[in-house]
């Protein structure tokens, strides 16, 4: 791995170049992005677009075949241990001991995570308590819900107070009363600052809860940023849709196309759709169109759904093979 | 390496084990023929059939006592039909049966602490903790290695009870253990334990599940009774000096299996495999 790329220093993960083959299979493929403390990032794409190599690759579980990664300074391929000591994952599967209690699972998670033993036991009740386990922390995990095996999952992932944590698919396999608590959860944790990396191909999900996404496929970055930046990269400018009280006349239409920041227009029966160059262009062409007189019910700047950007995203990697 | 950890993965292996009937039953029923039914069944049948009645037998066993190397049967100069008998089967041809134990117990829980593992998908997250690949490793070494011996050692102890207790009609003093069972104990059965957990290990990386990990290892008893059968033979006897050696025989295939152990124990290619 090179190390002459530095890391920039508030990034908590700084990835450049990163590669893993498998034989002849490229599972990560030149991957880049940095991730900064307190955000919520999301790994988006389809199953076996790279996302959990990646995150075997950020906690050194596997050695990178190429490229830069550094995980809170550290180089997991060379110092993995140190570097899973400050992270907490929640693996796709809940990989909880099934035969043993609640307790036992945290408890032994929590030595092999190295917290002292004087305070093993109180840290283990506190996150029993705050994820809603106590009343069964007795109990072989083998009787538990699917939500409650997953809350247990997150309270081990949690156990150690990891300033990073790896969220794989936290809501997979869940209803959705369980989804929604875990969602909930995981607000909380961003609330409280926490750093976490969410790979997921639930887009609503990933909406609610990630600052930035990358967007990836067969082990590439397809599009890096805000969902709202790359819907703009992918859709430059601003879609406005205009409903009229009454249709507009000749002139009011002959003006909104004459508009300096217009780039598109689509007519509808009532409906008035422009592409304007900036949002910022929109409060004056609302004034203008009033002042000719249009008789407006409602305008709407038109915001896409990272669904949407997703699957734009996709279709034209897509189109770009064929 | 991190000792609190290697104890922890030992102690939460077994308590897994101990919630799987299919591991820890044959621990248990095993131990108690070996040490309990076999031994009472070879001093009491002497005692309660007369030596008239299966004077055929005995004159078998003689033959077989005749294949020993001559200084062994030095202990059975000046014993009765029955004393003979009884020295024959408990401290002699039981002797490498006991070997059963460790072998059969470390392959046991070997095989559910590292197929087991992975066929319940709970290695990954083992994975993830800090712990290093040899303090995994470890801390699965003293899960099935340990046990193993400290049950054998138990089991030994009940035969020792069981044989002079049943036999204190016939001899009317303790006589066993003989000095070859020292050896067989404290240095054959801890090599042996560990065989059967390196065996394990390798095995475990070619089969999928806890039974066929058991099945496969299981054939490894077949080692125990080519001892069994050379003992019966006069081809190998199981004294003083054969059990040391055959104990450092069995340890230095122990370190080499180990050693390509420690090379296959490894997150790259443990991942691989879930």
Same mark, same amino acid.
């Given at each position: 791995?090179?190390?002459?790329?530095?890391?920039?220093?508030?990034?908590?993960?700084?990835?450049?170049?990163?590669?893993?083959?498998?034989?002849? %299979?490229?599972?990560?493929?030149?991957?880049?992005?940095?991730?900064?403390?307190?955000?919520?990032?999301?790994?988006?794409?389809? $199953?076996?677009?790279?996302?959990?190599?990646?995150?075997?690759?950020?906690?050194? %579980?596997?050695?990178?075949?190429?490229?830069?990664?550094?995980?809170?300074? /550290?180089?997991?391929?060379?110092?993995?241990?140190?570097?899973?000591?400050?992270?907490?994952?929640?693996?796709? $599967?809940?990989?909880?001991?099934?035969?043993?209690?609640?307790?036992?699972?945290?408890?032994?998670?929590?030595?092999?995570?190295?917290?002292?033993?004087?305070?093993?036991?109180?840290?283990?009740?506190? /996150?029993?308590?705050?994820?809603?386990?106590?009343?069964?922390?007795?109990?072989?995990?083998?009787?538990?819900?699917?939500?409650?095996?997953?809350?247990?999952?997150?309270?081990?992932?949690?156990?150690?107070?990891?300033?990073?944590?790896?969220?794989?698919?936290?809501?997979?396999?869940?209803?959705?009363?369980?989804?929604?608590?875990?969602?909930?959860?995981?607000?909380?944790?961003?609330?409280?600052?926490?750093? %976490?990396?969410?790979?997921?191909?639930?887009?609503?999900?990933?909406?609610?809860?990630?600052?930035?996404?990358?967007? /990836?496929?067969?082990?590439?970055?397809?599009?890096?940023?805000?969902?709202?930046?790359?819907?703009?990269?992918? *859709?430059?400018?601003? *879609?406005?849709?205009?409903?009229? *009280?009454?249709?507009?006349?000749?002139?009011?239409?002959?003006?909104?196309?004459?508009?300096?920041?217009?780039?598109?227009?689509?007519?509808?029966?009532?409906?008035?759709?422009?592409?304007?160059?900036?949002?910022?262009?929109?409060?004056?062409?609302?004034?203008?169109?009033?002042?000719?007189?249009?008789?407006?019910?409602?305008?709407?700047?038109?915001?896409?759904?990272?669904?949407?950007?997703?699957?734009?995203?996709?279709?034209?990697?897509?189109?770009?093979?064929? | 390496?991190?000792?609190?950890?290697?104890?922890?993965?030992?102690?939460?292996?077994?308590?897994?084990?101990?919630?799987?009937?299919?591991?820890?039953?044959?621990?248990?029923?095993?131990?108690?023929?070996?040490?309990?039914?076999?031994?009472?069944?070879?001093?009491?049948?002497?005692?309660?059939?007369? @030596?008239?009645?299966?004077?055929?037998?005995?004159?078998?066993?003689?033959?077989?006592?005749?294949?020993?190397?001559?200084?062994?049967?030095?202990?059975?100069?000046?014993?009765?039909?029955?004393?003979?008998?009884?020295?024959?089967?408990?401290?002699?041809?039981?002797?490498?049966?006991?070997?059963?134990?460790?072998?059969?117990?470390?392959?046991?829980?070997?095989?559910?602490?590292?197929?087991?593992?992975?066929?319940?998908?709970?290695?990954?997250? =083992?994975?993830?903790?800090?712990?290093?690949?040899?303090?995994?490793?470890?801390?699965?070494?003293?899960?099935?290695?340990?046990? @193993?011996?400290?049950?054998?050692?138990?089991?030994?102890?009940?035969?020792?009870?069981?044989?002079?207790?049943?036999?204190?009609?016939?001899?009317?003093?303790?006589?066993?253990?003989?000095?070859?069972?020292?050896?067989?104990?404290?240095?054959?059965?801890? @090599?042996?334990?560990?065989?059967?957990?390196?065996?394990?290990?390798?095995?475990?990386?070619?089969?999928?599940?806890?039974?066929?990990?058991?099945? =496969?290892?299981?054939?490894?008893?077949?080692?125990?009774? =080519?001892?069994?059968?050379?003992?019966?033979?006069?081809?190998?006897?199981?004294?003083?000096?054969?059990?040391?050696? =055959?104990?450092?025989?069995?340890?230095?295939?122990?370190?080499?299996?180990?050693?390509?152990?420690?090379?296959?124990?490894?997150?790259?290619?443990?991942?691989?495999?879930?």
């Amino acid at each position: 791995m090179g190390a002459t790329v530095d890391a920039p220093q508030d990034s908590v993960i700084d990835v450049s170049n990163l590669h893993r083959t498998f034989g002849a %299979i490229r599972a990560v493929d030149g991957l880049t992005f940095d991730i900064r403390p307190g955000e919520v990032f999301g790994l988006l794409g389809p $199953n076996g677009a790279g996302k959990t190599t990646t995150v075997r690759l950020l906690n050194g %579980i596997l050695p990178p075949s190429g490229g830069f990664v550094r995980v809170l300074g /550290m180089d997991p391929a060379q110092q993995g241990g140190q570097v899973r000591r400050k992270t907490g994952v929640l693996t796709e $599967n809940p990989t909880l001991y099934e035969r043993l209690s609640a307790r036992q699972n945290l408890t032994f998670y929590g030595t092999l995570s190295e917290i002292p033993e004087a305070r093993l036991g109180g840290r283990v009740e506190e /996150m029993l308590g705050f994820f809603g386990l106590d009343g069964r922390a007795g109990d072989r995990v083998e009787t538990y819900s699917k939500g409650m095996k997953q809350r247990l999952a997150l309270a081990r992932a949690l156990l150690h107070q990891p300033p990073l944590l790896f969220l794989d698919e936290p809501t997979s396999g869940l209803d959705p009363e369980a989804a929604q608590q875990v969602n909930a959860l995981i607000e909380f944790l961003s609330h409280k600052g926490q750093t %976490i990396v969410l790979c997921t191909h639930n887009l609503t999900e990933a909406e609610r809860l990630c600052d930035r996404v990358a967007v /990836m496929n067969a082990g590439r970055c397809l599009a890096l940023g805000n969902p709202a930046d790359i819907s703009r990269r992918l *859709w430059p400018g601003t *879609w406005l849709d205009v409903v009229f *009280w009454q249709a507009p006349s000749p002139a009011q239409l002959e003006l909104a196309r004459n508009f300096p920041a217009v780039e598109q227009v689509d007519l509808g029966p009532e409906l008035l759709s422009v592409r304007l160059q900036s949002k910022e262009a929109i409060p004056t062409f609302v004034r203008q169109l009033v002042e000719a007189g249009a008789s407006i019910l409602s305008v709407n700047p038109r915001s896409h759904s990272l669904e949407e950007v997703y699957f734009a995203i996709q279709n034209n990697r897509q189109d770009g093979e064929a | 390496m991190n000792w609190r950890s290697i104890r922890a993965i030992a102690v939460k292996d077994l308590r897994e084990v101990r919630q799987n009937k299919a591991a820890w039953v044959p621990a248990v029923v095993i131990p108690l023929v070996f040490a309990v039914a076999m031994p009472l069944a070879f001093t009491l049948l002497p005692q309660l059939i007369p @030596a008239e009645q299966v004077a055929g037998e005995l004159g078998e066993m003689q033959e077989l006592v005749a294949r020993l190397p001559a200084a062994v049967q030095q202990v059975f100069v000046d014993k009765g039909l029955e004393q003979g008998f009884v020295i024959y089967t408990t401290a002699f041809l039981l002797a490498p049966m006991f070997l059963i134990l460790p072998l059969m117990f470390s392959s046991i829980v070997g095989a559910d602490s590292f197929v087991g593992e992975r066929e319940r998908k709970t290695m990954e997250a =083992l994975l993830y903790t800090p712990c290093s690949d040899r303090t995994l490793f470890a801390g699965k070494i003293v899960a099935s290695v340990v046990p @193993a011996i400290l049950l054998s050692w138990v089991s030994y102890t009940i035969y020792i009870v069981v044989v002079n207790a049943a036999s204190w009609p016939l001899f009317g003093r303790i006589w066993f253990p003989l000095a070859a069972w020292w050896p067989l104990m404290f240095w054959l059965t801890p @090599a042996i334990s560990l065989l059967g957990m390196s065996a394990t290990v390798l095995i475990s990386s070619r089969v999928r599940t806890f039974m066929e990990a058991y099945q =496969l290892t299981g054939s490894l008893v077949v080692l125990v009774l =080519l001892l069994v059968v050379g003992q019966l033979s006069g081809v190998l006897y199981l004294g003083v000096f054969s059990t040391f050696a =055959l104990g450092t025989l069995v340890w230095a295939v122990d370190a080499a299996l180990i050693y390509v152990g420690v090379g296959t124990f490894q997150r790259t290619h443990l991942i691989a495999k879930i």
